[in-house]
């Protein structure tokens, strides 16, 4: 992830999509979704999109049973998590990796579910980036 420490002398993975992105060599980065990326690379993340670079989250939060707060009729906790991801400007896309067809399905369907409300999305918020930890 671009928050992730580089051993000394190294550039740290913010360092080279940095120059990625100054180098106009792609079109999209991939960023892992963790507590620590959401911190340290928001920065990047304007950049990125000042620069007309797309970002693809990848390694989706994973939906806990005790995150069942988010789960409403039609909207399932993994496609909270999802619909939380994207709810992020920054966030181009998402990747999940889903384990079945029925997952699969589940994954497509969440732009449909029923949106997150504000509430959800601060509850979210402070569990996931304030005490660093799993999201959904």
């Known amino acids: 992830d671009v928050g992730h420490e580089a051993p000394e002398g190294f550039p740290t993975r913010l360092d080279v999509a940095r120059k990625v992105v100054a180098s106009k060599s792609s079109e999209a980065l991939g960023m892992t979704y963790t507590p620590k990326e959401q911190t340290t690379g928001l920065e990047f993340m304007r950049e990125a999109k ?48 889903p384990g079945s067809v029925d997952e699969l399905r589940e994954a497509v369907a969440a732009p449909s579910a029923p949106a997150l409300t504000m509430g959800e999305l601060e509850r979210i918020i402070e569990l996931f980036i304030h005490r660093g930890e799993s999201c959904c």
């Open 50 to 97: 000042r620069a007309g670079l797309g970002i693809v989250a990848l390694d989706l939060p994973v939906a806990f049973s005790e995150h069942k707060f988010l789960e409403r009729p039609g909207r399932t906790v993994a496609q909270a998590s999802i619909q939380f991801v994207l709810a992020n400007e920054y966030v181009t896309s998402a990747m999940v990796r």
